[in-house]
């Protein structure tokens, strides 16, 4: 219904979500995302004819009758929002391990899965593919559109899949793509001089990796202890800082500091990762 969805007195049934007018559905909200390259608002026409009955959006346009339009300062953290819960919060129902870094993603997620099928249902999503209780397909991206990602964890989740590996590309992380998924672990491989075309600086390439800790999802009967995945009952956001590199006795281990949410407190924990400059 989409007053469960926003705080709107309409009671309106919501059959689908979408941020693409091409597969755009009768009685469904379109969300008008501006992109790199192409912005939503120019095919709100197109979406209202393919049956978009909520148009969400953050300009001003020309409205039609009929038609529900709801402004928002930024639609794009509103469909991770509203992706989230019309799938009925998925990443909450499952174990999500987020896999950052330049180069080592895949093998490491990859590990990840057939280490926990030993275990239980586990899924990857990532470069090489989605896979997960025989569903084998081609992932879009590395790190797939929001609404790809929430569809496809909703459909993890009535299937009993426990474990889900996945891929967190700087790209993916700072367009926002996985915003609205709550990870219970976050692994950084390494960190080089690439895609700095994108980012800009490596400064900005580090922020973009950083955002996989920054948000972290503690189960509710979790422990309260010394421990950044283990913090509060809900996501919360941890003030994470990249403090030192020390050299461990196998590879190189980070040093940060994050406040913990329940003990008000500083704390500090480690990540293995590769050596960069800090």
């Given at each position: ?64 009758q009929g038609i529900i339009y ?118 950084l491989t390494n960190i080089s ?86």
């Amino acid at each position: 219904r989409l007053n469960e969805l926003f705080d709107i007195d309409n009671d309106m049934k919501i059959y689908s979500i979408h941020s693409d007018s091409r597969y755009v559905k009768p009685y469904s909200i379109f969300f008008c995302i501006e992109g790199l390259s192409v912005d939503g608002h120019r095919y709100i026409d197109d979406a209202i004819f393919q049956g978009a009955k909520v148009i969400v959006h953050s300009k001003d346009i020309d409205k039609q009758q009929g038609i529900i339009y709801i402004r928002v300062a930024d639609p794009l953290d509103e469909l991770n929002r509203v992706s989230n819960v019309f799938y009925d919060y998925p990443s909450k129902k499952m174990r999500i391990v987020g896999v950052t870094g330049t180069s080592g993603k895949t093998v490491v997620a990859s590990m990840v899965k057939s280490v926990m099928d030993h275990y239980c249902k586990a899924a990857y999503m990532g470069t090489i593919s989605l896979e997960y209780d025989g569903v084998k397909e081609e992932c879009p991206y590395t790190t797939p559109e929001t609404l790809y990602v929430q569809k496809k964890l909703f459909d993890m989740a009535r299937r009993g899949v426990k474990v889900v590996a996945m891929e967190a590309s700087s790209h993916g992380l700072a367009l926002k793509r996985i915003d609205a998924v709550d990870f219970n672990i976050a692994v950084l491989t390494n960190i080089s001089d690439e895609h700095l075309d994108f980012h800009g600086t490596r400064r900005q390439y580090i922020e973009s990796k950083k955002k996989l800790f920054l948000w972290l999802y503690i189960p509710q009967n979790s422990k309260v202890q010394f421990d950044p995945y283990k913090s509060s009952v809900t996501r919360v956001e941890v003030e994470c800082t990249f403090k030192k590199v020390i050299r461990g006795k196998h590879s190189p281990i980070v040093e940060y500091t994050y406040t913990h949410p329940r003990l008000n407190k500083k704390c500090t924990g480690i990540v293995s990762t590769a050596l960069w400059e800090a």
